[in-house]
């Protein structure tokens, strides 16, 4: 019969958690890189979270790839450097061609603000989208910035030749389910694996 040891329990718990940090490590926001300081000059960023640093001037960035019936979502989370004197931001969206699409700003003071601009894209598939953050007035420290598309997007049928079968509808979905659990098992197998490894170890220098 295996006894309860409290030192060998906490070097498997805390190699777990540490499994776990790693994944969150994995899934934290990017860093924002620094933006053009005009259309021209706009850095490209793919969809997801990032961090970005004090901001004073306009920065633009820009994201390419939106499907036909995506919406394309941009939030900005901003925090004054100075809250009693606060800040004026500014977060707004264009076109290719240069055309404002949306646009938010605010001024705020001790509590973050956040600005939030949406547009349906109707036209073909790899356009630009240009995203402007500034601060008019005063000076912003950090902010956060969340770029996603949403929907599916308009799909061609797809074509059904020899050996090729048509995807079932909701396969995409249940694919991507499928993965989601096959990482989850994986981390807890990993988990199991490291606490037994750990385990016999300690008992075998005992």
Known sequence: MI?????????????????????????????????????????????????????????????????????????????????????????????????????EDEGFYEELLSLTVSWLHTGKESDKYYIKTECDIWEISSYTLEVSLRGEGEKEAPLVGEGALPIAEGGEEAAKEGQNWALILGIIASIVIVGIIVYFLLKKKK
């Open 3 to 103: 006894k309860f040891n409290a030192k060998k329990s906490g070097v498997v718990v805390f190699l777990g958690l540490f499994l776990f940090g790693i994944v969150g490590i994995t899934n934290a926001q990017q860093t924002l890189p620094k933006g053009g300081n005009r259309l021209e000059t706009a850095v490209k960023i793919e969809p997801g979270s990032y961090q970005g640093d004090g901001l004073k001037e306009a920065e633009y960035f820009y994201v390419t790839g939106v499907k036909r019936g995506q919406e394309i979502d941009i939030k900005g989370t901003f925090t004054a450097a100075d809250i009693e004197i606060g800040a004026w931001a500014i977060l707004a969206l264009y076109d290719k061609d240069g055309t404002e699409l949306a646009g």
